[in-house]
């Protein structure tokens, strides 16, 4: 039969990807159509060309890679959200022919040397910015591939790239599988004394579905985390915590999901890689394409930071302790008792917990109060939309100026079996012009909260803490700096081609609107009695915003020095292991030393399985640029006595968000500021000034 968009989902790219469709059959055959189409193409590119241009030789090129990255993007977003032995047989059956491709593609010397006659030639001067900067990517990019290497190099490049593909992805899955497997069930009520209603309700609700009498939790973040927080047994806190500070290392429930090894061999591949391209760690690799210019100075930056913040993370840890012991009859604080105590004392010291702040927070009201605010700041329209979904819980919207379509997205907001945890965007489609025609772009925003409970046999939509409220914001900036992009190219539309430690600072920027009066009115309403935040209670929450910030901001620090010395100073060969070079950190750093039996890092998937090695920093990193945009914000609403301002908002998305990665982020960073970035309003936000 023949391959076509007739007979296979995943070979249609006319509009949206048809989930209603795909089948873990369908993967097969299409990523095999299209990696031959993709090498047919690559091998035409190759021959020797009179005159290369943009038209002849990036154009084609382009095509072809898009539609087997769109088509694969399918394939991953759905091993995501959507976990099925079936699907992930067919994801890691493809998994090594797309590496391969990729890897191929980037160390073929033929298409480095046209990048390279595009770049000499006199058509160059001619280029727009964005092309220009496209050109300047690849030819960096094609040097990190290792196309300049001598080609028995190439082939052990190769080599590791694969095996480390499989590496990551199997890290994940363990960690899934881990978070899948663990169920604790408890069948005396009595043991969840202080447990919220509706973590009760969800609980209780699980096991039912298992068929099952008493109370079922999970490692999934809704279902654990209220215990943590509020259950008053000790016993139990120390039972939900050690589960999930054990999954998927040796001390978890199965060794065939124990992620130690495959941490060792992932650092290992790394090393090679860098020491292959002429680099002396991972690290130097890792930074090339990214604003900051060397290990040394991140950890330098990194160091900085924790300095400012040790003293209030040291007094943040003392008023705990004593609290504790004073107030709670704990003698000896435990990691297991942290985030209970903490509640106890944010309640005692502001007059509210969360779990009130959460009944504010309908889902219905936070969406609308989401677009809201898009609306107002960069004058666009987001509206329900229609289009095939992976999950029956999936909801899809556009964006639209003046009745023009800007983009699309999907949200997937609840935690359930089968879909990775935590919060992300990924993008289903770029933003490119195509035929004198514009291909809109358009999003995943994805993230794990609980899902609409039933009370008294009556339905009730999800309720959000404010801490998911800001994961929302979050993601959707990412979002926004996907689907509000201006550029055409595709290589550097949108997020494509935005420095890693800058790609996070329009999502940061974001999370600073949940903490505004004029914000939070408009998207709460109590479940119960309708009624908006009331202002006391809001008075409640800004006071307390930057409670324990100096343990929150040194425990990010903790997480980002970690991740840097393992890829920059830390021999993968030698005997000390990933846990050691941890626990030094946290020695020098950390104002609270975790029980001996955490093994964080063995779920810690933003570096062993994301995009993050030895840039996990970015977050902080970013957070300096955020919090500096945001306060031309806080500047707008002293005049105007608003921070949505139009006229900054505008300001934010003609420099930044339109922008993409067509220049340098610094460059977008200045021309919305007017100068460099300071530290200042980071510390100022945080509560860390003198």
């Known amino acids: 039969m023949t391959m076509n968009s007739a007979t296979n989902p995943l070979l249609d790219f006319s509009d949206l990807p048809r989930f209603d469709a795909v089948k873990p059959e369908h993967v097969t055959p299409a990523i095999s159509a299209l990696l031959d189409e993709g090498r047919a193409v690559v091998a035409r590119l190759e021959a020797p060309m009179d005159r290369v241009t943009w038209e002849g030789f990036v154009e084609p090129l382009e095509n072809v890679t898009e539609q087997l990255g769109r088509a694969w993007g399918v394939v991953g977003h759905l091993n995501s959200v959507m976990d099925t032995p079936e699907l992930r047989a067919a994801y890691n059956e493809n998994l090594p022919k ?131 927080q509020y259950a008053d047994k000790r016993e139990l806190r120390e039972t939900i915590y050690r589960a999930n500070v054990t999954k998927a290392s040796e001390l978890g429930s199965k060794p065939e999901w124990d992620n130690t090894n495959n941490i060792a061999e992932i650092l290992k591949l790394r090393d090679e890689e860098a020491k292959l391209l002429g680099f002396s760690n991972f690290a130097e690799v890792s930074l090339v394409p990214k604003m900051a210019e060397t290990p040394q100075q991140v950890i330098g930056f990194l160091e900085d930071l924790a300095g400012r913040a040790r003293p209030f993370a040291e007094n943040d840890l003392a008023e705990l302790r004593a609290f ?102 990924n993008d289903a489609r770029g933003r490119r012009l195509v035929s004198s025609t514009v291909q809109t772009p358009v999003a995943y925003l994805v993230c794990n909260f609980t899902e609409p409970g039933i009370v008294d046999g009556q339905p009730r939509p999800a309720l959000f803490t404010h801490d998911e409220v800001i994961t ?12 509000l992009t201006e550029v055409d190219e595709l290589g550097v539309s949108g997020i494509s081609g935005v420095e890693w ?76 292991t990933a846990q050691e070079v941890l626990n030094d950190v946290r020695n020098k750093f950390a104002v609270m030393i975790p029980p001996s039996f955490n093994r964080f890092q063995n779920s810690f998937s933003h570096i062993f399985a994301g995009g993050y090695a030895a840039g996990y920093y970015s977050y902080k990193w970013a957070e300096v640029l955020s919090a500096d945009a945001y306060s031309a914000f806080e500047e707008a609403g002293a005049i105007g006595g608003n921070v949505l301002s139009a006229d900054t908002g505008r300001k934010f998305l003609e420099e930044i968000l339109a922008m993409g990665g067509s220049r340098p982020a610094l460059e977008s960073f200045k021309a919305f500021r007017g100068r460099e970035p300071s530290i200042d309003a980071l510390l100022r936000h945080n509560g860390m000034t003198a």
């Open 98 to 228: 797309i590496t391969e491709f990729w890897t191929g593609l980037g160390q073929n010397l033929a298409l480095f040397q046209k990048y390279k006659a595009i770049k000499e030639s006199s058509d160059y001067a001619g280029l727009s910015a964005a092309r220009k900067q496209i050109i300047e990517n690849a030819l960096r990019d094609f040097r990190l591939g290792g196309a300049e290497l001598p080609e028995d190099k190439k082939a052990r490049y190769a080599e590791i790239q694969e095996k480390r593909a499989a590496l990551t992805t199997k890290f994940s899955e363990n960690v899934l599988d881990a978070t899948n497997d663990y169920a604790l069930f408890v069948n005396n009520e009595a043991d969840l004394a202080g447990l919220p209603d509706d973590a009760r309700q969800a609980a209780r609700a699980a096991a039912e579905r298992d068929g099952k009498p008493g109370y079922k939790f999970t490692l999934h973040f809704p279902s654990y985390f209220p215990i943590l």
């Open 501 to 576: 430690d800058a790609v996070e600072l329009p999502s940061q920027f974001m999370e600073n609107f949940c903490w505004e009066w004029d914000v939070l009115q408009h998207m709460t309403e109590h479940v119960e009695t309708g009624e908006h935040l009331p202002r006391a209670l809001y008075d409640k929450m800004i006071a307390a915003k930057n409670f324990q910030s100096g343990l929150q901001t040194l425990r990010q620090v903790e997480f980002a020095l970690f991740d840097m010395h393992l890829h920059f100073d830390h021999d993968p060969y030698g005997s000390r």
């Open 472 to 483: 929302l914001f979050h993601e959707f900036g990412h979002g926004l700096h996907h689907m």
């Open 324 to 425: 504790a012991k004073k107030e709670l009859g704990i003698d000896e604080l435990q990691a297991w008792d942290v985030t209970y105590a903490s509640e106890k004392l944010r309640e005692q010291r502001y007059a509210f917990s969360e779990q009130e702040v959460k009944q504010y927070f309908q889902e219905p009201k936070v969406i609308e109060g989401l677009f809201r605010v898009i609306q107002n700041l960069f004058s666009v329209e987001v509206k329900p939309d229609t289009a095939a979904a992976w999950h029956k819980d999936v909801k899809f919207f556009r964006i639209e100026r003046n009745g023009q379509l800007l983009g699309q997205f999907y949200i997937d907001l609840y935690a359930r079996s089968g879909k990775r945890g935590g919060a992300w965007m």
